[in-house]
């Protein structure tokens, strides 16, 4: 699934975009910022992660990119009802 807004897209995760994510999740003023702390992420354990992905269910996960400034971040949708597309 992509949703392409007029200045950005929410597209899936796709493997290349794990080093910056665990560049993100493991810059200390991101997680000061976002109010959460927790151990240092390796980049196989995002591979891990990644390949529990499901893009089929009802718990979705975005990355948010847009033609200027590239990946500015991720979002969820969670809890979609597929058969009555809420």
Request: no cysteine.
């Amino acid at each position: 699934m992509i949703i392409v807004g007029r200045k950005t897209v929410m597209r899936a995760v796709e493997r290349q975009d794990l080093p910056l994510l665990q560049a993100w999740g493991n810059d200390p003023d991101i997680q000061f910022n976002l109010g959460s702390q927790h151990f240092p992420l390796s980049l196989e354990s995002l591979e891990r992660w990644f390949e529990t992905l499901q893009f089929d269910g009802p718990d979705q996960r975005f990355v948010i990119d847009t033609a200027e400034h590239g990946v500015i971040g991720t979002t969820s949708l969670v809890s979609i009802n597929w058969k009555d597309r809420n």
